[in-house]
């Protein structure tokens, strides 16, 4: 099947303002995670989904593929549906353009699920490392039933006053589609418990739809404070 990433991207985040044109070793944060998805080799076609001139110019600036949002979006995901309705692909993989670290082997899993017919959408979720990272609200945790779909997403530890780390799973950011799938999920109506959580997973399940979680090992870096970017920096000094 045709597969796809979308690279949602906007300026305006409130925990840490214009971060996706901060550098990480000279390079902005979101044309590293744009190179970094066609280093994958997984996709037929990247593009950066903005409706920011300055980051679409930053793209395009590198020779990468772009698609300017017309509109204003609830989420990252409901950026990459305008998207989705114009290109012609299968599966639609959502990357989120403040985790530039991105992993082939992970992203690979990801796009399997979908050989397992029953599946429309899917995400990724490994263990914690620490309890210091389980009660960081930036870090979501995700609940999940016998057949590994998602039960529930939440910035709180849960399941509630385990003492044992291997009983929390860590939502990874990245999900996959089918395009039709993301097309409905755009339309489907933002309720309760996504609005107070600010977790757009939680649509999924509020609908009564499925989302697919695949484990996997690796533990991402996504940068959602000034903190993040030392930590980033400090992992390439680490591993070049």
């Known amino acids: 099947m045709k597969t796809t990433a979308l690279i949602p991207a906007r300026l305006e985040s ?13 390079i902005p944060i979101i044309l590293k995670t744009y190179r970094a998805a066609l280093d994958t080799g997984l996709f037929e076609n ?9 980051i679409l110019e930053l793209i395009k600036s590198d020779g990468g593929k772009t698609f300017k949002s017309q509109k204003k979006h609830n989420s990252g995901t409901d950026r990459i549906a305008e998207a989705a309705i114009k290109l012609n692909t299968d599966i639609v993989v959502n990357l989120q353009g403040d985790e530039p670290f991105i992993n082939k082997n992970a992203i690979e899993s990801l796009i399997r ?7 429309e959408m899917a995400s990724l979720m490994t263990k914690f490392e620490s309890f210091e990272e389980l009660n ?13 779909n998602a039960l529930y997403f939440s ?39 996504e609005i107070i959580e600010n977790l757009e997973g939680n649509r999924v399940v509020e609908n009564s739809k499925k989302i697919r979680m695949v484990s996997t090992d690796f533990h991402g870096l ?8 030392l930590k980033a920096e400090k992992f390439i000094s680490l591993n070049d």
């Open 222 to 229: 996504s940068i959602d404070t000034p903190e993040d970017l």
């Open 46 to 54: 990247v593009y950066v989904v903005s409706g920011n001139d300055e």
């Open 136 to 148: 960081n609200p930036n870090n979501v945790k995700v609940i999940v039933d016998n057949n590994h």
């Open 14 to 26: 409130e925990r840490f303002p214009n971060k996706l044109i901060k550098k990480i070793n000279g």
């Open 155 to 193: 910035r709180l530890p849960i399941p509630h006053a385990s003492k044992n780390l291997i009983d929390y799973n860590r939502h990874i950011g990245v999900y996959a589609f089918l395009k039709q799938s993301l097309i409905e999920f755009s339309n489907l109506k933002r309720l309760n418990l």
């Open 113 to 119: 699920s979908f050989d397992d017919k029953s599946v």
